[in-house]
């Protein structure tokens, strides 16, 4: 079994920046593609931003240029760093990884999800 704990979300002003992190542990053999989605209230789970195992990125465009997403795949851990934060960026966002768990086994493990708050 694989685990994905995260931790950083908050209460932050507008303007302001909070950086998430989401740390896979388990039975893993190796890790793919890690990233990030959200869900505001109301509103569907969207993607965020996503990094695979060689560091290339993607954003979505309502946060590119304003987050940025990195990994240690030494520490299986994937980090979302968001800047000029704005209230519609209010969510639960939630980590994900892509875990080969044995040669055969591959499935995407999900976070509990952190809370992040943009106050205006």
């Known amino acids: 079994q694989v685990q994905l704990v995260e931790s950083g979300g908050g209460l932050v002003q507008a303007g302001g920046s909070l950086r998430l992190s989401c740390a896979a542990s388990?039975?893993?053999?190796?890790?793919?593609?890690m990233g990030w989605y959200r869900q505001a209230p109301g509103n569907q789970r969207e993607w965020v931003a996503s990094?695979?195992?060689?560091?290339?990125?993607s954003y979505a465009d309502s946060v590119k240029g304003r987050f940025t997403i990195s990994r240690d795949n030494a520490k299986n851990t994937v980090y979302l760093q968001m800047n000029s934060l704005k209230p519609e960026d209010t969510a639960v966002y939630y980590c994900?990884?892509?875990?080969?768990?044995?040669?055969?086994?591959?499935?995407?493990?999900w976070g509990q999800g952190t809370q992040v708050n943009v106050s205006s």
């Open positions: 388990g039975s893993i053999f190796s890790i793919n593609a």
């Open positions: 990094i695979t195992s060689g560091g290339n990125t």
């Open positions: 994900y990884a892509n875990v080969r768990s044995t040669v055969w086994v591959m499935r995407v493990y």
